[in-house]
C-alpha cells in the first residue's frame, strides 16, 4: 500500500510541474541586451584596453554630434536677414539631435548606434510648404485676378462704344486712350514688382534645397567615412554604424532631456511654459490598450517582427528640472520643478504578472534615464529624464 501510494504522489506531483511549465512558456522572459544596461559592452583578450574606453567614448560623442552639426555659412547667410551668433547658433533647436551613443566592442570591429531625430529637415520642408508653395500659388491667383479685371473693362469699354452716338465717338476714343496709358502704366510697374519679388522668392527656394540636400548627405556613406576614419583612429578598430532615425523627439530620453535644457538656457523665465508644452507634445499609451495585441491575417515577415518588439510605445516620462532657475539675477535659492504624464511601472510584472530581469544598480529595462547639466548666467542647474516604454 505504500508503494502505491508513492506512485501516485509522485504522478500527481509531476503533472503539476509540467502544467506549469507550459503555463509560462506562453510568454517568455525578456532578457534586454547588455549595451542597455552598459553604454559599452566589451569581449577583448588584451584588458589593458579597458582603461581607455571611458575617455574615447566621451571623444567619440563629442566628434559625432560636431559632425552632424555642421553648417554652410555661405547658405544660411543669404537666407537670414541678420547675422546668427555662435552662442545663439548652439542653443537653437533647428538641429539634428543624436542620443549618447551605445558602444558593442570585439577584438578588430566596433558596432556604433546612435538614434537620431533630424529636426532640421523637419523645419526645412514645413518652410518650404509654407512661405514659397503658398507663395506661388497666391502670385498665379493675383495675376489671373488682374487679367479678368483688365478683360472685363475691355468688354465694357466696347460695349458703350457700340451704343453710343457718332457726334460723341471722338470724345470717348480720347478717354478711352488716355485710360489705357494709365493702365499699361500701371500694369507695367505690377509685373515689375512681382517679377523683382518672385525672383527673390526663387533664390531663396535655391537656398533652402541645397540645405536640405546637404541635410540628407550626412547619412550618406560616403560623407560618413570622413567620420569613420577619425573614429578608428581613437579605437584602432574597424568601426560600424547603425543609425536609428525617430519619429518623434521623446522616444529617447536623451533627447527629449537635451531639447529641454536647450529651451531653459536661453531664457530659464519661461520654464513653466517649457515644460507644459512639452506634457502636451508627449503622447502616451492608455492603460487599456497594455493588453491588446492586434490580430494580423496575412503574417509577413515584417508584421511579424514588429508584433514581437518589446518596448515599443510609450507608457510614461518624467521630467525633474532642479538649480538656479530664480526670474531674478540673483541666485537666491534653488528652484524644483517636475512634471510627468502616465506611469513608470514595467507593465509585465505590475499589470500581466510575469517576472522580469533588473538591470544594473536596480534599474528596470523597460525605463531609460538620463541625466544632463548645464549653466546660466546666475549659476548651473541639472535635468533628470525618464521614458518608459511597453
Same mark, same amino acid.
Given at each position: 500500500? !505504500? =508503494? &502505491?501510494?508513492?506512485?501516485?504522489?509522485?504522478?500527481?506531483? =509531476?503533472?503539476?510541474?509540467?502544467?506549469?511549465?507550459?503555463?509560462?512558456?506562453?510568454?517568455?522572459?525578456?532578457?534586454?541586451?547588455?549595451?542597455?544596461?552598459?553604454?559599452?559592452?566589451?569581449?577583448?583578450?588584451?584588458?589593458?584596453?579597458?582603461?581607455?574606453?571611458?575617455?574615447?567614448?566621451?571623444?567619440?560623442?563629442?566628434?559625432?554630434?560636431?559632425?552632424? *552639426?555642421?553648417?554652410?555659412?555661405?547658405?544660411?547667410?543669404?537666407?537670414?536677414?541678420?547675422?546668427?551668433?555662435?552662442?545663439?547658433?548652439?542653443?537653437?533647436?533647428?538641429?539634428?539631435?543624436?542620443?549618447?551613443?551605445?558602444?558593442?566592442?570585439?577584438?578588430?570591429?566596433?558596432?556604433?548606434? !546612435?538614434?537620431?531625430? *533630424?529636426?532640421?529637415?523637419?523645419?526645412?520642408?514645413?518652410?518650404?510648404?509654407?512661405?514659397?508653395?503658398?507663395?506661388?500659388?497666391?502670385?498665379?491667383?493675383?495675376?489671373?485676378?488682374?487679367?479678368?479685371?483688365?478683360?472685363?473693362?475691355?468688354?465694357?469699354?466696347?460695349?458703350?462704344?457700340?451704343? &453710343?452716338?457718332?457726334?460723341?465717338?471722338?470724345?470717348?476714343?480720347?478717354?478711352?486712350?488716355?485710360?489705357?496709358?494709365?493702365?499699361?502704366?500701371?500694369?507695367?510697374?505690377?509685373?515689375?514688382?512681382?517679377?523683382?519679388?518672385?525672383?527673390?522668392?526663387?533664390?531663396?527656394?535655391?537656398?533652402?534645397?541645397?540645405?536640405?540636400?546637404?541635410?540628407?548627405?550626412?547619412?550618406?556613406?560616403?560623407?560618413?567615412?570622413?567620420?569613420?576614419?577619425?573614429?578608428?583612429?581613437?579605437?584602432?578598430?574597424?568601426?560600424?554604424?547603425?543609425?536609428?532615425? &525617430?519619429?518623434? /523627439? /521623446?522616444? *529617447? #530620453?536623451?533627447? !527629449?532631456?537635451?531639447?529641454?535644457?536647450?529651451?531653459?538656457?536661453?531664457?530659464?523665465?519661461?520654464?513653466?511654459? /517649457?515644460?507644459?508644452?512639452?506634457?502636451?507634445?508627449?503622447?502616451?499609451?492608455?492603460?487599456?490598450?497594455?493588453?491588446?495585441?492586434?490580430?494580423?491575417?496575412?503574417?509577413?515577415?515584417? =508584421?511579424?517582427?514588429?508584433?514581437?518588439?518589446?518596448?515599443?510605445?510609450?507608457?510614461?516620462?518624467?521630467? =525633474?528640472?532642479?538649480?538656479?532657475?530664480?526670474?531674478?539675477?540673483?541666485? #537666491?535659492?534653488?528652484?524644483?520643478?517636475?512634471?510627468?504624464?502616465?506611469?513608470?511601472?514595467?507593465?509585465?510584472? #505590475?499589470?500581466?504578472? &510575469?517576472?522580469?530581469?533588473?538591470?544594473?544598480?536596480?534599474?528596470?529595462?523597460?525605463?531609460?534615464?538620463?541625466?544632463?547639466?548645464?549653466?546660466?548666467?546666475?549659476? #548651473?542647474?541639472?535635468?533628470?529624464?525618464?521614458?518608459?516604454?511597453?
Amino acid at each position: 500500500m !505504500l =508503494e &502505491l501510494f508513492k506512485l501516485n504522489y509522485n504522478k500527481k506531483t =509531476e503533472n503539476k510541474k509540467i502544467k506549469s511549465r507550459t503555463s509560462n512558456k506562453k510568454q517568455d522572459k525578456h532578457n534586454p541586451s547588455t549595451i542597455r544596461e552598459w553604454n559599452n559592452s566589451i569581449y577583448v583578450y588584451n584588458k589593458n584596453a579597458i582603461n581607455l574606453i571611458p575617455q574615447s567614448t566621451v571623444l567619440a560623442i563629442k566628434l559625432i554630434k560636431s559632425y552632424f *552639426n555642421l553648417y554652410n555659412y555661405r547658405l544660411e547667410r543669404e537666407i537670414r536677414a541678420n547675422r546668427l551668433l555662435l552662442r545663439l547658433r548652439r542653443l537653437s533647436s533647428h538641429k539634428i539631435y543624436v542620443s549618447n551613443g551605445e558602444f558593442k566592442h570585439t577584438n578588430d570591429k566596433v558596432i556604433i548606434t !546612435l538614434y537620431i531625430y *533630424n529636426r532640421q529637415k523637419f523645419n526645412f520642408d514645413k518652410k518650404l510648404i509654407k512661405s514659397f508653395y503658398s507663395y506661388w500659388f497666391n502670385q498665379d491667383l493675383l495675376i489671373k485676378k488682374w487679367d479678368s479685371l483688365f478683360k472685363r473693362r475691355k468688354f465694357i469699354e466696347n460695349r458703350a462704344l457700340d451704343k &453710343l452716338n457718332t457726334k460723341k465717338y471722338l470724345l470717348i476714343h480720347t478717354l478711352k486712350s488716355q485710360n489705357y496709358k494709365n493702365l499699361s502704366k500701371y500694369l507695367t510697374i505690377f509685373y515689375k514688382k512681382l517679377l523683382k519679388k518672385s525672383l527673390d522668392k526663387f533664390f531663396l527656394y535655391r537656398c533652402n534645397q541645397q540645405l536640405i540636400t546637404i541635410n540628407e548627405y550626412k547619412f550618406n556613406y560616403n560623407f560618413l567615412q570622413f567620420l569613420k576614419k577619425y573614429l578608428e583612429k581613437i579605437y584602432n578598430k574597424n568601426v560600424e554604424f547603425n543609425l536609428v532615425n &525617430l519619429k518623434h /523627439f /521623446f522616444l *529617447n #530620453s536623451d533627447i !527629449l532631456s537635451e531639447s529641454i535644457i536647450l529651451k531653459i538656457r536661453k531664457n530659464r523665465r519661461k520654464i513653466l511654459k /517649457f515644460l507644459n508644452t512639452l506634457k502636451r507634445k508627449v503622447k502616451v499609451r492608455n492603460k487599456k490598450n497594455y493588453f491588446y495585441q492586434p490580430i494580423i491575417n496575412n503574417k509577413s515577415l515584417e =508584421e511579424l517582427v514588429l508584433r514581437d518588439i518589446k518596448y515599443k510605445h510609450i507608457t510614461g516620462f518624467r521630467i =525633474e528640472a532642479s538649480g538656479r532657475l530664480t526670474r531674478r539675477y540673483t541666485a #537666491s535659492r534653488s528652484i524644483y520643478k517636475l512634471r510627468y504624464k502616465g506611469n513608470l511601472l514595467n507593465i509585465d510584472s #505590475s499589470y500581466k504578472g &510575469l517576472s522580469s530581469l533588473l538591470l544594473r544598480n536596480n534599474n528596470k529595462p523597460n525605463l531609460q534615464f538620463t541625466k544632463l547639466n548645464s549653466k546660466t548666467r546666475i549659476g #548651473s542647474f541639472g535635468i533628470k529624464g525618464w521614458v518608459s516604454g511597453n
